[in-house]
């Protein structure tokens, strides 16, 4: 069913940006999204996306109809207008979210037990020949029992998996393969 609404009276003075009526086409819904500007090549007219929306407590499949080509200064965000099927109880106005595919990166993890955290300051043991040296790192993501490492050590690298209290860097250690 289309709906109206008279935003101003007849006589009013309107001024510009002022919305004086509001029409509404019935069919063809659609979910105005704003996405962060470092996303925009992450968006593809004619991609499908999963929405969410809350007021009907359902997922559905939408399709990209646009990307607004502007980014907004002030927020510094873009608009993708996502197409959405004609569903029973959707509302204009309704709240929405729209689910876009990130990518997938390599991370390079270590196991939670392999790091030393002394107030904000995280390390991890790296095994160079037979001495054990500490080395300072930067991590990020939690996965389960893994640590996500931005920066510090560069894939290939031994590490020791839980040093013992009288570790200490330039330690001379052997290497113990693990039994399978």
């Known amino acids: 069913m289309p709906s109206t609404q008279r935003k101003a009276d007849p006589g009013s003075l309107a001024t510009p940006g002022t919305t004086l009526l509001t029409l509404e086409r019935e069919g063809n819904p659609r979910l105005e999204a704003s996405i962060d500007e470092s996303r925009l090549g992450l968006v593809r007219v004619g991609e499908t996306v999963t929405v969410e929306i809350d007021g009907l407590n359902r ?4 399709r990209v109809a646009e990307v607004v080509p502007s980014v ?4 510094r965000s873009f608009t993708v207008k996502i197409g959405l099927p004609a569903l029973p109880g959707l509302r204009s106005g309704m709240f929405g979210r729209a689910g876009f595919a990130a990518g997938k990166r390599g991370a390079l993890l270590v196991p939670q037990s392999a790091v030393l955290e002394r107030g904000q300051i995280r390390s991890v043991y790296v095994v ?4 054990a040296r500490l080395r ?5 993501e939690r996965r389960n029992d893994q640590r996500e490492v931005l920066s510090g050590l560069t894939p290939g690298e031994r ?3 839980m040093p ?7 330690a001379h250690v ?7």
């Open 164 to 170: 013992t209290p009288p570790l200490a860097d330039g």
């Open 59 to 62: 997922s559905v499949s939408g």
């Open 174 to 180: 052997a290497i113990q393969e693990a039994a399978k």
């Open 128 to 131: 160079e020949g037979d001495t």
């Open 136 to 140: 300072l790192v930067t991590l990020g």
């Open 159 to 161: 590490i020791i998996v």
């Open 72 to 75: 907004d200064a002030a927020t």
